[in-house]
């Protein structure tokens, strides 16, 4: 697929899901949070669900754990228009609270559509959510990251989310560097270390369950 095909199915998709109301979190969302970044990006982060800011300005990560999440990207040598960003769910839970088993499955075609047309080498998977859902795991993040989890064609590098570093401090910071130093590993390595996967099919939503 080319560049601009990639772009253009993005956008489809977005359009699809910024009129979406296959469950209840569309009734007091201000706007969808589809995901952002770079279409090619050989990196993508994914975050549990917009919050207050996110919903406000249609846009991951922009509030203060998203200032953090830069941040860390420019201590491993990335930036963010270069990485691509989306969340589990497209529209803020009220409160903050968790998404839902069935607002979990309503959405979850867009997240693996965004995985699928992105191709990206590593997907970090920011916090217990994500991870959890994406690797069907019970166990914790704190064990689960500083490794990378070969994935469908693709590794999957678990690290906390920025939110528990910035209630935790420097040291939760410093593992999420080191996790995010594994990915940029991966990605120099993308050819020679990943075992070729089955193609990535629709039917690969059913990896979430
Ligand atoms: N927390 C998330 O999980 N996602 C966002 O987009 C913002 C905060």
Redesign the pocket.
């Known amino acids: 697929m080319t560049s601009e095909d990639r772009a253009a199915a993005l956008r489809l998709l977005q359009k699809e899901a910024s009129e979406c109301t296959r469950c209840r979190l569309h009734e007091r969302r201000t706007t969808v949070?589809f995901g952002d970044g770079n279409p090619d990006a050989e990196l993508m982060f994914i975050?549990?669900?917009?919050?207050q800011?996110?919903d406000e300005q249609g846009l991951?990560?922009?509030?203060r754990?998203?200032q953090l999440l830069s941040t860390l990207l420019e201590r491993v040598g990335l930036s963010r228009p270069e990485v691509y960003?989306a969340?589990?769910v497209k529209c803020r839970p009220p409160g903050n609270r968790d998404p839902r088993e069935d607002e979990i499955a309503s959405c979850k075609g867009y997240l693996v559509e965004q995985i699928k047309l992105v191709d990206p080498a590593a997907v970090v998977t920011?916090?217990n959510?994500s991870t959890k859902l994406l690797l069907k795991t019970q166990v914790g993040i704190t064990r689960m990251r500083g490794q990378a989890y070969p994935w469908w064609g693709r590794h999957v590098v678990p690290t906390f989310?920025?939110?528990a570093a910035l209630r935790n401090g420097p040291r939760v910071v410093d593992e999420m560097v080191s996790d995010l130093q594994l990915a940029t590993r991966i990605i120099a390595e993308r050819p020679s270390v990943v075992e070729p996967g089955p193609p990535v099919q629709p039917e690969q939503i059913e990896l979430f369950k």
Do not use: M
């Open positions: 949070v975050g549990e669900g917009p919050g800011h996110e991951p990560f922009v509030g754990s998203g960003i969340n589990v920011l916090g959510f989310h920025p939110a």
